[in-house]
């Protein structure tokens, strides 16, 4: 799914809040031009290790992506304003407001937002449930239906993407 979103928007420039295994960097990449680069932050050092070993086993080229281990909120507002194609928000949900906030800024016009998790792990239907990763998903939910200049669409995938174009 994220190879043929990546693809869809013709995406050169992406960045991944979040690296997890890499599995996730892998498919950008795959459906990113030859020459598409992909920034991935993570604070956890053994996940960009990872990662940086699962892209190298794929044999894609060193210059094609930049792992920061750092945190992503100390990271992301020094990258340039509307340079970003696409930004996928797969970090700690409980910063998912935050990093919709920075995702936005990143985008160019037409590009593309995912963020994973979007469905809390189907505990978001549930009223009731009020732990603090649905609370946070469902105030990342309502901040993007308020953003003006998004075309939006939620996806029951998996645990739920959440997709959003920015005019």
């Known amino acids: 799914m994220l190879t043929f979103l990546t693809r869809l928007v013709s995406a050169q420039t ?41 892209l190298k086993e794929a044999q894609i080229a060193t210059n094609r992506f930049r792992t920061i281990a750092s945190n992503p909120l100390d990271v992301l507002p020094k990258l340039r304003d509307g340079a970003y194609d696409l930004v996928l928000i797969n970090g700690d949900r409980l910063e998912y407001v935050e990093y919709l906030s920075q995702a936005l800024r990143l985008l160019r016009s037409g590009g593309l937002l995912i963020m994973n998790d979007a469905l809390a792990s189907y ?23 308020q953003t003006e200049g998004l075309t939006t669409s939620l996806v029951p995938v998996g645990v739920g993407l959440l997709l959003a174009v920015k005019d």
Do not use: C, K
């Open 14 to 54: 992406a960045v991944e809040i979040g690296t997890d295994a890499g599995v996730t960097a892998l498919s950008l990449l795959s459906g990113m031009a030859q020459r598409g680069v992909l920034t991935s932050v993570d604070p956890e050092t053994f996940h960009q290790e990872t990662a940086r070993e699962v």
């Open 123 to 145: 505990h978001l239907a549930d009223p009731d449930n009020q732990d603090d990763d649905t609370l946070i998903i469902r105030e990342a939910l309502e901040s993007v239906q």
